[in-house]
Protein backbone atom coordinates (compact mmCIF):
# COMPACT_ATOMS: atom_id res chain seq x y z
CA UNK A 1 0.00 0.00 0.00
CA UNK A 2 1.53 3.33 -0.82
CA UNK A 3 0.39 7.16 0.15
CA UNK A 4 -0.66 9.72 -2.48
CA UNK A 5 -0.98 12.96 -1.48
CA UNK A 6 -1.82 16.42 -3.77
CA UNK A 7 0.40 18.92 -3.01
CA UNK A 8 -1.43 22.00 -1.06
CA UNK A 9 -4.92 20.24 -0.12
CA UNK A 10 -5.66 17.96 2.52
CA UNK A 11 -6.11 15.11 0.09
CA UNK A 12 -4.53 11.83 0.98
CA UNK A 13 -5.24 8.16 -0.44
CA UNK A 14 -4.36 5.10 0.56
CA UNK A 15 -3.84 3.50 -3.06
CA UNK A 16 -4.36 -0.35 -3.67
CA UNK A 17 -1.47 -2.77 -4.98
CA UNK A 18 -1.18 -1.62 -8.65
CA UNK A 19 -3.73 1.13 -8.53
CA UNK A 20 -2.93 4.26 -10.96
CA UNK A 21 -3.17 8.02 -9.22
CA UNK A 22 -6.04 8.62 -10.94
CA UNK A 23 -7.83 5.24 -10.15
CA UNK A 24 -7.05 5.44 -6.48
CA UNK A 25 -8.67 9.93 -6.75
CA UNK A 26 -11.49 8.53 -8.58
CA UNK A 27 -12.37 5.62 -5.89
CA UNK A 28 -11.60 7.77 -3.01
CA UNK A 29 -14.47 10.37 -5.03
CA UNK A 30 -12.45 12.86 -6.43
CA UNK A 31 -12.16 14.14 -10.03
CA UNK A 32 -9.97 15.99 -11.88
CA UNK A 33 -9.00 17.12 -15.70
CA UNK A 34 -8.56 14.17 -17.85
CA UNK A 35 -8.38 13.08 -21.16
CA UNK A 36 -8.26 9.73 -23.20
CA UNK A 37 -7.55 7.64 -20.03
CA UNK A 38 -4.91 5.53 -22.10
CA UNK A 39 -2.01 7.27 -21.49
CA UNK A 40 -2.31 8.80 -24.95
CA UNK A 41 -3.19 12.62 -24.91
CA UNK A 42 -1.34 13.89 -22.31
CA UNK A 43 -4.36 16.33 -20.52
CA UNK A 44 -3.51 14.91 -16.56
CA UNK A 45 -0.04 15.94 -17.16
CA UNK A 46 1.25 16.81 -13.05
CA UNK A 47 4.60 16.79 -11.31
CA UNK A 48 5.78 14.48 -8.76
CA UNK A 49 7.63 16.07 -5.95
CA UNK A 50 7.87 13.12 -4.23
CA UNK A 51 8.06 8.97 -4.76
CA UNK A 52 8.54 6.61 -7.77
CA UNK A 53 6.19 5.76 -10.24
CA UNK A 54 5.42 2.73 -12.76
CA UNK A 55 3.85 2.42 -15.79
CA UNK A 56 1.81 -0.96 -16.27
CA UNK A 57 1.23 -0.06 -19.65
CA UNK A 58 3.93 2.06 -22.45
CA UNK A 59 3.78 5.78 -23.01
CA UNK A 60 4.64 7.02 -25.68
CA UNK A 61 7.81 9.22 -26.17
CA UNK A 62 5.68 11.97 -28.27
CA UNK A 63 3.31 12.69 -25.25
CA UNK A 64 5.71 12.48 -22.73
CA UNK A 65 9.24 13.36 -23.88
CA UNK A 66 12.69 12.07 -22.22
CA UNK A 67 12.77 15.25 -21.13
CA UNK A 68 9.56 15.43 -19.32
CA UNK A 69 9.93 12.06 -17.93
CA UNK A 70 13.37 13.17 -16.19
CA UNK A 71 11.88 16.18 -15.05
CA UNK A 72 9.50 14.36 -12.76
CA UNK A 73 6.51 14.87 -15.35
CA UNK A 74 3.99 12.12 -15.10
CA UNK A 75 0.44 10.91 -16.32
CA UNK A 76 -1.97 10.69 -13.25
CA UNK A 77 -4.11 8.03 -15.54
CA UNK A 78 -1.46 5.38 -15.98
CA UNK A 79 1.27 6.30 -13.35
CA UNK A 80 1.13 3.98 -10.46
CA UNK A 81 3.18 4.86 -7.35
CA UNK A 82 5.78 2.31 -6.00
CA UNK A 83 6.29 4.43 -3.03
CA UNK A 84 4.54 6.79 -0.92
CA UNK A 85 4.19 9.84 -3.33
CA UNK A 86 3.03 13.31 -3.82
CA UNK A 87 2.06 14.91 -7.17
CA UNK A 88 2.01 18.68 -7.39
CA UNK A 89 -1.42 19.92 -9.24
CA UNK A 90 -0.94 22.86 -12.49
CA UNK A 91 -3.25 25.15 -12.43
CA UNK A 92 -5.94 23.56 -14.73
CA UNK A 93 -5.79 20.11 -12.39
CA UNK A 94 -9.32 21.14 -11.71
CA UNK A 95 -9.19 18.68 -8.21
CA UNK A 96 -12.89 18.31 -6.58
CA UNK A 97 -14.60 16.39 -4.69
CA UNK A 98 -17.45 15.05 -5.94
CA UNK A 99 -18.90 12.15 -3.73
CA UNK A 100 -17.94 13.13 -0.37
CA UNK A 101 -18.77 10.17 1.05
CA UNK A 102 -16.48 7.92 -0.88
CA UNK A 103 -13.68 10.66 0.49
CA UNK A 104 -15.07 9.92 4.26
CA UNK A 105 -14.81 5.96 3.25
CA UNK A 106 -11.64 6.35 1.69
CA UNK A 107 -9.82 8.50 4.78
CA UNK A 108 -11.09 5.66 7.67
CA UNK B 1 -12.56 11.28 -60.71
CA UNK B 2 -14.65 8.95 -58.75
CA UNK B 3 -13.15 8.30 -55.14
CA UNK B 4 -15.08 5.22 -53.92
CA UNK B 5 -14.40 5.57 -49.87
CA UNK B 6 -12.22 6.03 -47.09
CA UNK B 7 -10.64 2.61 -47.36
CA UNK B 8 -8.23 2.64 -44.65
CA UNK B 9 -6.88 4.66 -41.67
CA UNK B 10 -3.30 3.67 -40.34
CA UNK B 11 -2.76 4.78 -36.87
CA UNK B 12 0.10 4.15 -34.44
CA UNK B 13 -0.35 2.46 -31.42
CA UNK B 14 2.18 2.30 -27.95
CA UNK B 15 1.20 -1.73 -27.45
CA UNK B 16 0.15 -4.03 -30.64
CA UNK B 17 -1.00 -6.73 -28.21
CA UNK B 18 -2.97 -4.47 -26.52
CA UNK B 19 -4.22 -2.91 -29.27
CA UNK B 20 -5.10 -6.57 -31.27
CA UNK B 21 -7.61 -7.07 -28.00
CA UNK B 22 -9.18 -3.65 -28.61
CA UNK B 23 -10.05 -4.14 -32.20
CA UNK B 24 -10.48 -7.81 -32.49
CA UNK B 25 -12.28 -8.46 -29.15
CA UNK B 26 -13.97 -5.42 -28.41
CA UNK B 27 -14.70 -3.67 -31.82
CA UNK B 28 -15.04 -7.38 -33.50
CA UNK B 29 -12.86 -6.84 -36.44
CA UNK B 30 -10.87 -9.61 -37.84
CA UNK B 31 -7.19 -9.57 -38.24
CA UNK B 32 -5.58 -10.32 -41.97
CA UNK B 33 -2.66 -10.12 -41.51
CA UNK B 34 0.43 -9.66 -38.77
CA UNK B 35 4.03 -8.85 -39.35
CA UNK B 36 6.30 -7.77 -36.93
CA UNK B 37 5.07 -4.42 -36.14
CA UNK B 38 1.53 -4.14 -37.52
CA UNK B 39 -1.49 -5.93 -37.51
CA UNK B 40 -4.25 -5.21 -40.22
CA UNK B 41 -8.40 -5.61 -39.94
CA UNK B 42 -11.20 -5.87 -41.99
CA UNK B 43 -14.99 -5.47 -40.99
CA UNK B 44 -17.44 -8.12 -41.33
CA UNK B 45 -18.82 -6.63 -44.02
CA UNK B 46 -15.93 -5.44 -45.85
CA UNK B 47 -14.60 -7.30 -48.36
CA UNK B 48 -11.22 -5.67 -49.31
CA UNK B 49 -8.52 -6.98 -47.16
CA UNK B 50 -7.93 -4.66 -44.48
CA UNK B 51 -9.39 -0.99 -43.75
CA UNK B 52 -7.24 -0.31 -40.54
CA UNK B 53 -3.73 -0.84 -40.28
CA UNK B 54 -2.22 -0.38 -36.29
CA UNK B 55 1.79 0.05 -36.60
CA UNK B 56 3.92 -0.51 -32.67
CA UNK B 57 5.53 2.85 -31.24
CA UNK B 58 3.27 6.12 -30.25
CA UNK B 59 -0.51 7.69 -31.19
CA UNK B 60 -1.86 9.07 -33.64
CA UNK B 61 -2.40 8.98 -37.64
CA UNK B 62 0.10 7.96 -40.12
CA UNK B 63 -1.71 8.41 -42.93
CA UNK B 64 -5.45 7.66 -45.04
CA UNK B 65 -6.44 5.85 -48.11
CA UNK B 66 -9.30 6.55 -50.00
CA UNK B 67 -9.90 3.69 -52.73
CA UNK B 68 -10.48 4.98 -56.39
CA UNK B 69 -12.84 3.31 -58.77
CA UNK B 70 -10.30 2.62 -61.28
CA UNK B 71 -6.41 3.59 -62.33
CA UNK B 72 -7.22 6.24 -64.71
CA UNK B 73 -8.65 8.02 -62.08
CA UNK B 74 -5.75 7.99 -60.59
CA UNK B 75 -4.12 9.52 -63.62
CA UNK B 76 -6.50 12.92 -62.77
CA UNK B 77 -6.04 13.34 -59.45
CA UNK B 78 -2.26 13.78 -60.01
CA UNK B 79 -2.53 15.56 -62.76
CA UNK B 80 -5.15 17.73 -60.73
CA UNK B 81 -2.99 17.58 -57.83
CA UNK B 82 0.00 19.25 -60.04
CA UNK B 83 -2.05 21.43 -60.60
CA UNK B 84 -3.55 22.60 -57.14
CA UNK B 85 0.11 23.16 -56.04
CA UNK B 86 0.22 23.46 -52.44
CA UNK B 87 0.71 19.95 -51.69
CA UNK B 88 3.09 16.94 -52.56
CA UNK B 89 2.44 14.07 -54.75
CA UNK B 90 4.24 10.91 -55.25
CA UNK B 91 3.54 7.71 -57.32
CA UNK B 92 3.83 4.81 -55.10
CA UNK B 93 4.07 1.00 -56.12
CA UNK B 94 1.95 -1.77 -55.79
CA UNK B 95 3.15 -3.77 -52.35
CA UNK B 96 4.29 -0.74 -50.73
CA UNK B 97 1.60 -0.96 -48.45
CA UNK B 98 1.05 -4.93 -48.41
CA UNK B 99 -1.76 -5.76 -50.12
CA UNK B 100 -2.65 -2.71 -51.89
CA UNK B 101 -2.13 -1.55 -55.38
CA UNK B 102 -0.28 1.05 -56.78
CA UNK B 103 -1.55 4.90 -56.39
CA UNK B 104 -0.39 7.87 -55.44
CA UNK B 105 0.91 9.39 -51.99
CA UNK B 106 -0.22 13.31 -51.32
CA UNK B 107 0.96 14.67 -48.53
CA UNK B 108 -0.74 18.19 -47.30
CA UNK B 109 1.61 20.51 -45.66
CA UNK B 110 -1.29 22.76 -45.05
CA UNK B 111 -2.85 20.48 -42.20
CA UNK B 112 0.11 18.05 -42.13
CA UNK B 113 -1.37 14.96 -43.16
CA UNK B 114 -0.69 12.16 -46.05
CA UNK B 115 -3.59 10.75 -47.94
CA UNK B 116 -2.97 7.69 -50.30
CA UNK B 117 -5.33 7.00 -53.59
CA UNK B 118 -5.38 3.03 -54.68
CA UNK B 119 -7.69 1.60 -57.41
CA UNK B 120 -7.42 -1.96 -55.99
CA UNK B 121 -6.65 -4.24 -52.87
CA UNK B 122 -6.45 -8.12 -52.46
CA UNK B 123 -10.14 -8.94 -52.21
CA UNK B 124 -10.94 -11.21 -49.04
CA UNK B 125 -14.81 -11.23 -49.15
CA UNK B 126 -17.86 -10.37 -47.00
CA UNK B 127 -17.75 -12.52 -43.79
CA UNK B 128 -21.32 -13.63 -44.85
CA UNK B 129 -20.60 -14.64 -48.56
CA UNK B 130 -21.76 -13.05 -51.56
CA UNK B 131 -24.33 -15.64 -52.21
CA UNK B 132 -27.75 -16.14 -50.74
CA UNK B 133 -25.88 -14.38 -47.50
CA UNK B 134 -27.67 -14.06 -44.08
CA UNK B 135 -27.61 -11.06 -42.55
CA UNK B 136 -25.00 -10.61 -40.56
CA UNK B 137 -22.02 -13.62 -39.37
CA UNK B 138 -23.64 -15.11 -36.85
CA UNK B 139 -20.87 -14.74 -33.92
CA UNK B 140 -19.64 -11.73 -34.32
CA UNK B 141 -17.27 -10.81 -31.40
CA UNK B 142 -17.66 -7.71 -29.11
CA UNK B 143 -19.46 -5.13 -31.18
CA UNK B 144 -19.21 -6.82 -34.32
CA UNK B 145 -18.03 -3.14 -36.00
CA UNK B 146 -19.08 -3.78 -39.98
CA UNK B 147 -16.66 -1.42 -42.01
CA UNK B 148 -14.53 1.74 -41.35
CA UNK B 149 -17.10 4.54 -42.36
CA UNK B 150 -14.68 7.75 -41.78
CA UNK B 151 -12.30 9.67 -39.61
CA UNK B 152 -11.90 13.55 -38.14
CA UNK B 153 -8.45 15.42 -38.52
CA UNK B 154 -6.92 18.18 -37.53
CA UNK B 155 -5.22 20.84 -39.72
CA UNK B 156 -4.15 24.52 -39.25
CA UNK B 157 -5.02 25.48 -42.83
CA UNK B 158 -8.48 23.81 -43.51
CA UNK B 159 -9.91 25.92 -45.90
CA UNK B 160 -7.25 24.70 -48.13
CA UNK B 161 -7.18 21.03 -47.16
CA UNK B 162 -11.31 21.16 -48.23
CA UNK B 163 -10.52 23.12 -51.28
CA UNK B 164 -8.07 20.13 -52.06
CA UNK B 165 -10.54 17.14 -51.65
CA UNK B 166 -13.66 19.25 -53.67
CA UNK B 167 -11.12 20.28 -56.40
CA UNK B 168 -9.01 17.48 -56.87
CA UNK B 169 -10.68 14.40 -55.67
CA UNK B 170 -14.18 15.41 -56.31
CA UNK B 171 -15.37 15.73 -52.75
CA UNK B 172 -18.21 18.11 -51.90
CA UNK B 173 -19.25 19.87 -48.59
CA UNK B 174 -21.97 18.08 -46.75
CA UNK B 175 -22.08 20.47 -44.01
CA UNK B 176 -19.90 23.36 -42.58
CA UNK B 177 -19.29 25.31 -39.19
CA UNK B 178 -18.26 28.66 -39.46
CA UNK B 179 -17.31 31.64 -36.80
CA UNK B 180 -20.95 33.33 -37.66
CA UNK B 181 -22.69 34.00 -40.45
CA UNK B 182 -20.85 37.48 -41.51
CA UNK B 183 -19.09 37.97 -45.02
CA UNK B 184 -16.04 38.03 -42.42
CA UNK B 185 -16.19 34.19 -40.70
CA UNK B 186 -13.84 31.86 -40.45
CA UNK B 187 -14.20 27.85 -41.03
CA UNK B 188 -14.03 25.90 -37.94
CA UNK B 189 -14.53 22.57 -39.75
CA UNK B 190 -15.61 21.14 -42.52
CA UNK B 191 -17.61 17.70 -43.41
CA UNK B 192 -16.91 16.77 -46.96
CA UNK B 193 -18.06 13.09 -48.86
CA UNK B 194 -17.26 11.47 -51.58
CA UNK B 195 -20.26 9.63 -53.19
CA UNK B 196 -23.90 9.72 -50.60
CA UNK B 197 -22.25 8.97 -47.14
CA UNK B 198 -22.76 12.15 -44.83
CA UNK B 199 -18.86 12.05 -44.70
CA UNK B 200 -15.98 10.48 -45.39
CA UNK B 201 -13.66 12.55 -44.00
CA UNK B 202 -14.41 15.72 -41.99
CA UNK B 203 -11.74 18.43 -40.94
CA UNK B 204 -11.07 20.45 -37.61
CA UNK B 205 -9.36 23.58 -37.63
CA UNK B 206 -6.47 22.68 -34.34
CA UNK B 207 -2.77 22.03 -34.51
CA UNK B 208 -1.61 20.52 -37.33
CA UNK B 209 -1.31 16.45 -37.73
CA UNK B 210 -3.08 15.72 -35.35
CA UNK B 211 -6.23 12.69 -35.44
CA UNK B 212 -9.37 13.76 -33.45
CA UNK B 213 -11.11 9.81 -34.31
CA UNK B 214 -11.82 7.21 -36.73
CA UNK B 215 -15.33 6.02 -37.23
CA UNK B 216 -16.60 2.57 -37.93
CA UNK B 217 -20.34 2.72 -39.39
CA UNK B 218 -22.86 0.63 -36.80
CA UNK B 219 -26.08 -0.55 -38.15
CA UNK B 220 -28.37 1.39 -35.76
CA UNK B 221 -29.18 3.11 -32.52
CA UNK B 222 -29.61 -0.65 -31.12
CA UNK B 223 -26.26 -1.68 -31.97
CA UNK B 224 -24.63 1.90 -30.63
CA UNK B 225 -26.58 1.08 -26.86
CA UNK B 226 -25.07 -2.31 -27.06
CA UNK B 227 -21.67 -1.13 -28.26
CA UNK B 228 -21.60 0.87 -24.99
CA UNK B 229 -22.27 -1.84 -23.28
CA UNK B 230 -20.02 -3.86 -24.66
CA UNK B 231 -17.54 -1.23 -23.75
CA UNK B 232 -18.10 -1.07 -20.26
CA UNK B 233 -17.81 -4.29 -19.66
CA UNK B 234 -14.30 -4.26 -21.72
CA UNK B 235 -13.10 -1.51 -19.90
CA UNK B 236 -12.84 0.84 -22.77
CA UNK B 237 -13.07 4.83 -21.64
CA UNK B 238 -15.62 6.36 -23.36
CA UNK B 239 -15.74 9.99 -24.19
CA UNK B 240 -19.12 10.60 -24.76
CA UNK B 241 -22.85 9.01 -25.82
CA UNK B 242 -24.66 7.28 -26.66
CA UNK B 243 -26.23 10.36 -27.86
CA UNK B 244 -26.54 12.13 -31.90
CA UNK B 245 -24.91 14.62 -33.57
CA UNK B 246 -26.54 17.41 -34.61
CA UNK B 247 -24.26 17.70 -37.74
CA UNK B 248 -24.55 14.50 -39.86
CA UNK B 249 -27.47 13.06 -37.59
CA UNK B 250 -25.71 10.40 -36.95
CA UNK B 251 -25.70 8.33 -33.48
CA UNK B 252 -23.02 8.10 -32.02
CA UNK B 253 -20.19 7.10 -28.98
CA UNK B 254 -16.63 8.15 -28.91
CA UNK B 255 -14.14 6.03 -27.21
CA UNK B 256 -10.36 5.60 -26.66
CA UNK B 257 -8.48 2.54 -27.80
CA UNK B 258 -5.32 1.00 -25.53
CA UNK B 259 -3.11 4.05 -27.09
CA UNK B 260 -5.53 6.73 -26.37
CA UNK B 261 -6.60 7.21 -30.14
CA UNK B 262 -10.29 8.45 -29.97
CA UNK B 263 -12.47 5.80 -31.85
CA UNK B 264 -16.16 5.96 -33.00
CA UNK B 265 -19.13 3.97 -33.57
CA UNK B 266 -21.49 5.98 -36.16
CA UNK B 267 -24.87 4.81 -36.77
CA UNK B 268 -28.03 6.55 -38.85
CA UNK B 269 -27.01 9.94 -40.76
CA UNK B 270 -28.65 10.93 -44.08
CA UNK B 271 -28.03 9.88 -47.51
CA UNK B 272 -26.37 12.55 -49.41
CA UNK B 273 -26.20 13.64 -52.64
CA UNK B 274 -23.73 16.00 -54.68
CA UNK B 275 -26.18 18.76 -55.10
CA UNK B 276 -27.97 18.73 -51.86
CA UNK B 277 -27.53 22.34 -49.50
CA UNK B 278 -24.59 22.67 -47.82
CA UNK B 279 -25.65 22.30 -44.53
CA UNK B 280 -24.18 25.52 -41.93
CA UNK B 281 -23.63 25.67 -38.53
CA UNK B 282 -22.58 28.72 -36.35
CA UNK B 283 -19.99 28.31 -33.76
CA UNK B 284 -23.08 29.51 -31.03
CA UNK B 285 -25.10 26.67 -31.81
CA UNK B 286 -22.11 24.30 -32.33
CA UNK B 287 -22.42 22.60 -28.91
CA UNK B 288 -26.13 21.46 -29.61
CA UNK B 289 -24.42 20.82 -33.45
CA UNK B 290 -21.88 18.18 -32.20
CA UNK B 291 -23.80 17.21 -29.24
CA UNK B 292 -27.37 17.09 -29.70
CA UNK B 293 -28.89 16.18 -26.89
CA UNK B 294 -26.39 17.86 -24.34
CA UNK B 295 -25.67 21.09 -26.14
CA UNK B 296 -22.37 21.93 -23.85
CA UNK B 297 -19.04 21.34 -25.26
CA UNK B 298 -17.15 19.27 -23.23
CA UNK B 299 -13.17 19.30 -22.77
CA UNK B 300 -12.38 15.99 -23.03
CA UNK B 301 -13.89 16.17 -26.93
CA UNK B 302 -12.35 19.13 -27.71
CA UNK B 303 -8.91 19.48 -26.22
CA UNK B 304 -8.22 16.01 -26.29
CA UNK B 305 -6.52 14.22 -29.58
CA UNK B 306 -3.72 12.10 -30.66
Redesign the interface.
Known amino acids: MTLLSVAGTDVTVALRDGETILGGLHRAGYSARTGCLRGGCGICKVDLVEGTIGYAERVADTVLTPRERADGVILICRAVPEADAVIAPRADFRLRCVAPFLAALARR | MTVLRMGYVHA?V??LA?AKDHYANTLGLYPTLETDDKIYFKGWDEWDHHSVVLEE????AVKFGFKVDSAADLDGIEKRAQQFGDCTVTRMSKGENLEVSDGLRVYLGCIDHTFEFYHSMTEVGLEVGTHNPDAFPRHLIGIGAPMLDHALLIGEDIDTAARFFMEVTGFYTTERAQTDLSDKSQNIAYWLSSMQKVHDIALLKGENGKLHHFAFQMRDWNDILHAADIFSMDGV?I?IGPTRHGITRGETIYF???????NETFAGGYTSYRDRPTIIWTADQLAKGIFYHARELK??FT????
Do not use: Q
Open positions: RTDRGGVGPDFDPAGNRESAVYT
